[in-house]
């Protein structure tokens, strides 16, 4: 059974990974029965993994996402100490594993889910693997929801129950994790992210004072390379360059398929050029 959540995503399964440290392990194993327990009554596959080791994370998410390119819609749980810097903690051999190395696998589980990933992180400063996306890349993940700043196993404790279960009702992530989890969980959507990231690209560089300042850059960079003028001179090479950083709908769709792996933007540079516009 697929369950099509409020924001267009869908999973068929939850997967929790989980890192305790030995005192955190029966509370944590608390956690996760409850939740199995949730989905039973749902009727949605749970499968729970308590991490040996670093590159038993890595070969877990690998598993995943061979799963995934079969069909597979896992909504994944990280459950770990984190750093902003260092990555997550594997207590079991005391390593961290960078966020580098997890979002790579993370972004693996998402191409081939078709970037239908939904990952949710019990993991302090778990928001700073924002940092490995880019708009040139596949996006990691759909959604990521995780703090940017410590978190307590108090608060995580109190609120993963009630999030899986408005989640598993309701079907609005959105929703589940403003109501049910802390304020300090952030919401990372791909949509929105690559939509605001053009946004301010187009404004700062393609418009006004930036603009202006990127065409002679490029002009000064045109010149000092020697290479031949076209036959209107001057005032050509500049109507060349001008047009060439002009936004445009093929850009926007270069971007957006490479970034969005192929998910449909919703809208043309028309729009977000009015949009960009009103808030100018």
């Keep these: ?45 749970f499968q729970k993994y308590v991490v040996p080791s670093g590159d038993d994370l890595i070969r877990e998410l690998a598993e995943i996402e061979a799963a995934a390119r079969n069909g597979l819609k896992p909504l994944i749980y990280l459950d770990m100490h984190g750093s902003a ?16 190395r997890v979002v790579d696998s993370l972004r693996a589980i998402n191409r081939e889910t078709g970037n239908n990933l939904l990952v949710v992180a019990g993991v302090c400063y778990g928001f700073f693997a924002i940092r490995e996306s880019m708009i040139t890349d596949h996006a990691p993940f759909y959604m990521l929801i995780a703090p940017d700043q410590k978190i307590t196993f108090g608060e995580l404790i109190d609120q993963t129950f009630p999030f899986f279960q408005d989640l598993t009702t309701n079907l609005d992530v959105v929703q589940a994790a403003k109501s049910q989890l802390s ?23 393609c418009k006004g004072k930036g603009a202006a300042e990127r065409r002679e850059y490029l002009l000064t960079e045109v010149m000092k390379s020697g290479a031949p003028l076209p036959p209107g001179g001057l005032a050509d090479l500049r109507k060349q360059i001008k047009k060439g950083i002009e936004p445009s709908q093929e850009m926007l769709d270069k971007f957006a398929t490479k970034f969005l792996g192929g998910k449909p933007l919703g809208y043309d540079l028309k729009r977000l050029l009015e949009e960009i516009e009103k808030v100018a």
């Excluded at 300090?184 to 949509?191: D, G, N, V, Y």
Aim: charged share 20%; hydrophobic share 50%.
């Design 1 to 45: 059974m697929a369950f099509e959540l409020e924001s267009g995503l869908i999973f068929n399964s939850i997967f929790w990974l989980t890192a305790p440290r030995p005192s955190e392990l029966g509370m944590v194993e608390g956690m996760m029965d409850d939740v199995s327990v949730i989905c039973q009554a749902k009727g949605i596959p």
């Design 85 to 100: 810097i260092d990555g997550v903690e594997i207590a079991a051999t005391n390593e961290m594993v960078s966020w580098e």
């Design 183 to 205: 304020p300090k969980m952030q919401i990372f959507h791909c949509m929105r992210v690559f939509t605001v990231a053009m946004a301010k690209y187009i404004r700062y560089n």
